[in-house]
């Protein structure tokens, strides 16, 4: 009995201390608030990536079907335009904090290439840079706020964490031994960023009720911001990137 | 052809295994003697139970002379040498009519430029490198904008002379291609020019002999020695677009 008595001691306090935990101006993302979604759209004729010869690696290239190509622009099959990285530029209130999430952002080095090529991470939040190929690959990251880093990883299965102590859009990342491998980071303080997939669509959840800055980012067409003003609920913002 | 060394495909192979032959029995008969020598004393001259150790200051005369030998060979060897290593590196020995084509080193890869139908390759910039120039070409000078950039692909005819272009983007590499017999560093913030005439036609491989980074062993590019009218097709096919974009 008077252990059962501990017990239930100890979960109400438990339940009192998160109730009453660390707060945040801002919830983060997933949380209630308002929501921006949308589309990336993409105007005009796509552009063709240029054709990667793999020919030096077997191993890679055997994972192809087809002769692989960069993905410098890719256009999804219903007209929108994938690995743009949407994020929150300005609108939040500076002395803003929020969770540094210790769930690893992960990179993978898969039939030399990087998977994801575009990404959001959040200042100090682990990157995980992981090898698949059973070959060598270096990930050099040519931060110019952040330490820039060069590391080799010679063999499969390999994992590298690292971290970024400052805000940085965007981060690029080179293979040097296989010069068609580049991948971009966004290093952010919050968590208010999402990049577009196969389906061109983002989702930024967890703002509060405010008005902001909202940048759409793609490696080869640029940048384009939009003003949104959020309330509780959801909001729709679309942006469209026109072929050069 | 030597049957230890890699086919002789360039104009100069036959003359460098040449040399490396004599150098090789010039160096090779004083280590002979020498080895066989040191064998010798130290069997003859072991420690045996109440022998006595004999002390000796040496020979000046012996000295002088197993001196003056491989300093007289050395020198003679320069010597004879030099007509030709004058003809393989000399900053004039380049044939007036030799093929450019630029090659361009960078931590692990090589990038070739072909200098398209006008016979010219246009002018580079270290300032203008970049994702979308790895050649760093500039698109103000007008030669460059038929110039072909391909990486890790060397295509040459077979038979004409061609000088290489050597730039490094970031530290030492070298250019060597072992059946052609010829290697040259590429050294940052330098033009190097390298000729040579590849003399039969095959697949070879450049390999970076300069240690120049963790995947310096990964540094590999592919020859491909062809005829002239098999090059001169390969060329068109590889044609730059007009405005002269790169072709990864």
Redesign the interface.
Known sequence: MRTLSSVAAVGAGLLIWVAGGPSFTSAPSGAAGGTVSGKVKFVGKAPAN????MS?EAKCAAKYKTKPH?EIVTVNANGTLANVLVYVKSGLPADAKYPTPTTPVVIDQQGCMYHPRVFGIMVNQPLQIKNSDPL?H?IKAMAKKNRPFNI?Q?AAGMTTNRTFSAVEVML?F?C??H??M?AFAAVLPHPFFSTTGTDGSFTITGLPPGTYTIEAWHEKYGTQDATVTVAAGPKTQDFTFTAK | MHWWLPLQASNFAPRIDGMFTWILIITGIPFFIVEIGLLVFVIRYRHKPGAKGHYTHGNTRAEMVWTAIPAVTMVALGLISNSFWVEIKGRNSVPANAYPIGIHA????WWITYPGPDGRLGRTSGDLVS?AN?TGRDSTDAASHDDIVI???LHLPAGRPIVAYLTSEDVIHSFFVPEFRVRQDVVPGMTIKSWFVATVPGKYEIGCSQLC???HY?M?A?VFVTTQEEYDTWAQQHAAPAKGTS??
């Open positions: 240029p054709e990667i010869d030096e960069e060598l270096n080799s010679p690029p080179e040097n031994v010069g068609w580049h | 960078k931590q692990f890869e994702k790895p990486r890790n692909q980074g963790l995947g990964k590999r592919q072709t990864p």
